[in-house]
């Protein structure tokens, strides 16, 4: 009877973390579309291979936070799938990146390193955000582990457009943003591979339980 007890007790308590788990995601979620736009036109306006391709990365993090959103409360194997997916729209978003840094390559570019310093700072603080806002939550399923990939992928991606950033004002050249755009694929794949991975650890897991 006491087992029966503290198992409903442990229950409740898993529930009663959904709301804030709900609350946070949508904070974040809102938060990355809000940067992915705004990355992406000035990667426009800079001419840069790199702040495009966080625009993509951040665009990509907000389908997985709407996916985690999604698989909240839901079956353990409906989130395993819905991690699953998150992996491979990362993947995707890999290969979209390193193709542009290909194409910028091949037909040339020419980044503003200003802009592309300015934007990182900004980016910087607002993954900075997320990660705060991510980590205290309790009991993180697979999907929450995903999420927290994505933000700190973010966060060094951040870091190395802020390193080229200030290499391409200071040497005129656009060598370091399509270096640091491929580096960011590069990220993504790692980051796809690991979610693919927890998410196969989890369906393992779970069929012996």
Known sequence: MSKVTNDSNKD????????????????????????????FITGLVGNSSSLIANALDNLSDSAVYAISLFALGRSPKLKVVAARVSG???????????????????????????????????STAINLLCLKLLKPLKNADVNLRAAQTFSTNDFISNLG?????????????????????????????????????????ESRSGARR
């Open 12 to 39: 409740k308590t898993v529930d009663a973390t959904i709301p804030q788990k709900r609350r946070v995601l949508f904070q974040v979620l809102g938060l990355n579309l809000l940067l992915s736009l705004s990355l």
């Open 88 to 122: 491979v729209l990362l993947m995707v978003f890999a290969i979209g990146v390193l193709s542009d840094a290909i194409r910028r390559f091949l037909t040339g570019s020419e980044p503003v390193g200003i802009v592309m310093v300015a934007m990182s700072v900004i």
């Open 161 to 201: 457009i802020l390193v080229a950033g200030g290499l391409v004002a200071w040497i005129n050249q656009p060598w370091p943003d399509l270096v640091v755009g491929a580096a960011i694929a590069a990220i993504a794949v790692k980051g796809g591979i690991d979610i693919l991975r927890d998410a196969a650890r």
